[in-house]
């Protein structure tokens, strides 16, 4: 089992930012690759980021590309998702995610946090 406790999430003003953290523990070991999901009100939970455990390749939705950063931290076993510019369509929970492959599918997770909320006001 692995178990993931996300945090940093908050409200802030349109164009602020935000650095979600995940620490994860258990299994580890048996991480391939971790994730960023988010889920807004009314919405199905969306694919925003993802990055190979031991080496940092990594993937993101073109909602964010280029302008979230994903990193890991091995010796931590935490990821992170830097948030600058943010927008009001970045509003939703964002939920930390371990699983066997590097993919943008919900699926191929395995392990989810209990999410973070973000709130971008205008």
């Known amino acids: 089992q692995v178990q993931l406790v996300e945090s940093g999430g908050g409200l802030v003003q349109a164009g602020g930012s935000l650095r979600l953290s995940c620490a994860a523990s258990g299994r580890t070991s048996s991480i391939y690759a971790m994730g960023w999901f988010r889920q807004a009100p009314g919405k199905e939970r969306e694919f925003v980021a993802t990055?190979?455990?031991?080496?940092?390749?990594?993937m993101y939705a073109d909602s964010v590309k280029g302008r979230f950063t994903i990193s890991v931290d091995n010796a931590k076993n935490a990821i992170y998702l830097e948030m600058p510019s943010l927008k009001s369509e970045d509003t939703a929970v964002y939920y930390c995610a371990a699983g066997g492959g590097l993919s943008s599918r919900t699926g191929s997770y395995d392990y989810w946090g209990q999410g973070t909320q973000v709130t971008v006001s205008s």
């Open positions: 990055i190979r455990w031991s080496h940092p390749i990594s």
